[in-house]
């Protein structure tokens, strides 16, 4: 006994020091194929650009789509259209023709435009990457030595995640023996990641850097033919930070992922699981666990699905059942377990393992599930009271399980109604529902008003209490005929219920109309149109009132003269000077001018007047005064 | 002369009043208050059409109403300074002057007078 107890505290020691922190729960699903390759084969319907066709291609190729032919043939087109010295272009027309089934380009000029990025002045990994993988995709033999260089000095200038990424994957295109001088970064590159939430591990520079970093960790271990520098964990990691950005949309980003996902299936060293619960949480009915790599598919070798133990808060409740293989499950992925032993509703956690006979396969370790058991609720002693203002019965009714009230009630505006029932499972123990209600529902109308009841003294007791005349105005005076229904409900609880108990006549007090502020009312019908209402004139007086005062009004010119004629005008005291008539005429003139302005004319016409027959009036004037002064003296 | 009322008193004392002016008024002066007469029926008329029709438009009603006041204004300057007996006080002006000064003034009044009637 105590030597089984020493190996079973060993293989629990052991199980601990390889236990991985966390497991994948998601994969990439036949949805996520179905949704980014309508996307790709609409690229390639529709766009005319090198580098959306090539990922278009790609990731459909990864995903095993086909493409059919017309859209192959347009594509190829362009593709055979690229300038063979532009280094970009040829390298997106270099990965579209291998993609492609018989698509060949001719592209006399390729090998020496894929040397000369290697001599680039400060050329970047990125660069170097696509310039490897066209000479890879066109067969071209490239001087390994010239790209060797400027990998390292790119890496050197440039230590970043994006350049380290791209800088391992072209690393695993180069020879073997140049390759090796390249493992040592991995760990510098990983170094770099960040953790979000222990569950995640990203790179700096977006989700294909991240993506560029895993496919070409991996690459270029396939190439040495050695383990990477990474931990379980951080594999797991990075493929949880992938896996949660899968349902990205745009081209280059989308199949990146792919391309990483693709190589965490198929390595030499680390292949994720993914494990998660694909029936209902209820442990009433089996549980069905989906166990596959990322892309959903059965995991290498054969594999054992353990549950470890079902927990119901500190205690264990279950341990060691095997679940089995879902017989009609072609694709080996379902696994099924049942009749674990809860007894108590509530909530578990059922923890799970597997055991795969291939070694690559991680993430098999600290899996768990929240799970419930559930339990069926009646209600026992529902009693339906009505009571009048001063506590008097009027009526009282007891109501069988699920059964309606024989009679209906009648209640008025000063009743109390009092409804009180017990919960109970199925099994005798009392319940505590999250939800205990008595909705009112008004048969004409369809109001709904709700009331809690509340908990009493004895578990699973409860009451409810309306008092018509506190409470009356929440019906919103609506009198009439009303259904009345107990609602429970609880997470707990396997079936929800939604009884009707009885029915009821119940007068309300009115409610008065609630008056909606001007403002505040909503009015959807057409309003009248505002047509705009041009200023009027105002108002004049009649022209026969202003006809006879402008005549009044110059009437007593007639006085004038006549007065004037009385008084003596001295005509005869005009001294007779050329300047007489000038000066009359000119300040008639004058006068004139002003009518004339009155009526067409504007002020700088009339100035431009005035300054002529004023000059003539001043000078006739000024020299007849004088005239007419030294006369007098 | 005891028996006479109040309004016959009244009566009597314009009455002198009228005769004195008549009498020592000089010709050139009566011409000038005959001309400011005629300005104030003129202004009168004016303001009772405005009281009756309302000052609808009240350009047109100011331009000619302040014509009137500055005419009446700038011939009441005149009479005071060719008033012979106002010579000391408006020494150095001679009444060809001032009548020249009266006609300029107007000359300028009525430009402004026709430009805000509109």
């Not at chain 1, 400027?150 to 995640?161: C, F, G, V, Y």
Request: glycine share 6%.
């Amino acid at each position: 006994v105590i030597t089984m107890r020493v190996v079973g505290l060993i293989a629990t020691l052991i199980a601990c020091a390889t236990a991985e922190k966390i497991f994948l729960s998601s994969y990439w699903s036949a949805a996520d194929t179905k949704r980014i390759s309508e996307s790709f084969q609409n690229v390639l319907s529709s766009k005319d650009d090198l580098s959306s066709l090539h990922y278009a291609t790609s990731g459909l190729r990864l995903l095993g789509q086909k493409v059919d032919d017309a859209k192959s043939k347009r594509v190829c087109a362009l593709a055979q259209k690229v300038n063979d010295k532009d280094a970009d272009a040829l390298f997106h027309a270099a990965s579209i023709a291998g993609d492609l089934s018989s698509c060949a380009l001719t592209t006399p000029s390729a090998k020496t435009t894929v040397e000369a990025v290697a001599k680039e002045v400060d050329v970047n990994s990125e660069r170097l990457f696509d310039a490897l993988t066209t000479a890879d995709r066109l067969n071209l033999k490239i001087d390994d030595t010239s790209f060797d260089k400027a990998l390292t000095a790119a890496i050197t200038k440039d230590a970043s995640p994006k350049s380290l990424s791209n800088a391992l994957a072209a690393a695993s295109l180069l020879e073997k023996s140049i390759g090796a001088k390249y493992v040592s970064k991995i760990g510098s590159l990983v170094e770099q990641a960040d953790e979000v939430d222990g569950k995640y591990l990203q790179l700096d520079g977006g989700l294909s850097v991240t993506a560029t970093a895993v496919y070409g960790i991996f690459q270029l271990a396939h190439q040495q033919g050695k383990a990477p520098a990474i931990t379980k964990d951080q594999v797991l990691q990075f493929s949880n930070h992938l896996l949660s950005r899968r349902q990205v949309f745009a081209d280059r980003a989308a199949y990146n992922v792919i391309r990483a996902i693709g190589v965490l299936i198929n390595n030499g060293y680390f292949v994720p699981a993914s494990v998660s619960l694909e029936s209902s949480v209820d442990l009433s009915k089996s549980l069905r666990l989906h166990v596959s790599n990322l892309f959903g598919a059965a995991l290498p070798g054969a594999v054992t699905v353990r549950v470890e133990k079902l927990t119901f808060g500190e205690t264990v409740v279950d341990s060691a059942k095997t679940a089995t293989k879902v017989a009609s499950d072609s694709s080996s992925t379902l696994f099924e377990v049942s009749g674990l032993a809860a007894k108590e509703a509530g909530h578990y956690i059922l923890h799970v393992a597997l055991e795969a006979a291939d070694k690559k396969v991680i993430g098999t370790s600290s899996i768990s599930f929240p799970v419930k058991a559930t339990s069926e609720a009646t209600v026992e002693g529902l009693e339906v009271v009505v009571a009048d203002r001063d506590g008097k019965i009027q009526k009282k009714q007891s109501i069988a399980s699920f059964a309606r009230a024989p009679s209906a009630f009648t209640v008025d505006s000063s009743s109390t109604i009092g409804v009180s029932f017990t919960v109970k499972s199925k099994d005798g123990s009392a319940l505590r529902p999250h939800q205990a209600f008595v909705i009112f529902e008004h048969v004409e109308s369809g109001e709904e008003v709700v009331f809690i009841a509340d908990a009493q003294k004895t578990e699973g007791a409860y009451k409810m209490d309306v008092n018509l005349v506190k409470e009356g105005k929440d019906f919103g005076g609506h009198s009439g005929g009303y259904r009345l229904r107990l609602v429970i409900g609880d997470s707990l609880i396997r079936t929800t219920l939604n009884w009707i108990i009885a029915d009821a006549t119940i007068t309300v007090p009115a409610v008065s109309a609630e008056v909606v502020r001007k403002s505040e009312k909503v009015d959807y019908s057409v309003l009248p149109s505002i047509t705009h209402m041009f200023r009027q004139p105002e108002k004049r007086p009649p022209g026969l009132i202003s006809d006879a005062f402008t005549l009044i009004a110059l009437a007593p010119i007639l006085i004038l003269v006549f007065l004037w004629a009385r008084i003596g005008v001295n005509l005869s005291a005009m001294p007779t000077s050329i300047y007489v008539p000038i000066f009359h005429v000119g300040l008639a003139a004058l006068f004139t001018l002003y009518f004339v302005f009155w009526l067409q004319l504007n002020m700088f016409e009339t100035l431009k007047y005035m300054a002529v027959i004023g000059g003539v009036v001043f000078i006739a004037g000024h020299r007849l005064l004088r005239t007419m002064a030294e006369a007098r003296k | 002369i005891v028996f006479f009322s109040l309004e016959m008193q009244l009566v009597q004392v314009l009455q002198k009043l009228f005769d004195d002016y008549v009498k020592t008024t000089s010709q050139r002066l009566k011409i000038i208050d005959a001309y400011m007469f005629y300005i104030l029926l003129t202004g009168i008329v004016q303001f009772v059409y405005c009281v009756l029709v309302g000052t609808f438009p009240f350009n047109a009603f100011l331009a000619g109403f302040i014509s009137t006041v500055a005419s009446f204004i700038l011939a009441a300057c005149l009479r005071m300074q060719v008033n012979e007996e106002n010579k000391d006080e408006f020494n150095g002006i001679s009444p060809e002057r001032a009548f020249a000064d009266f006609l300029f003034a107007h000359a300028v009044l009525h430009l402004v007078v026709v430009n805000f009637l509109g």
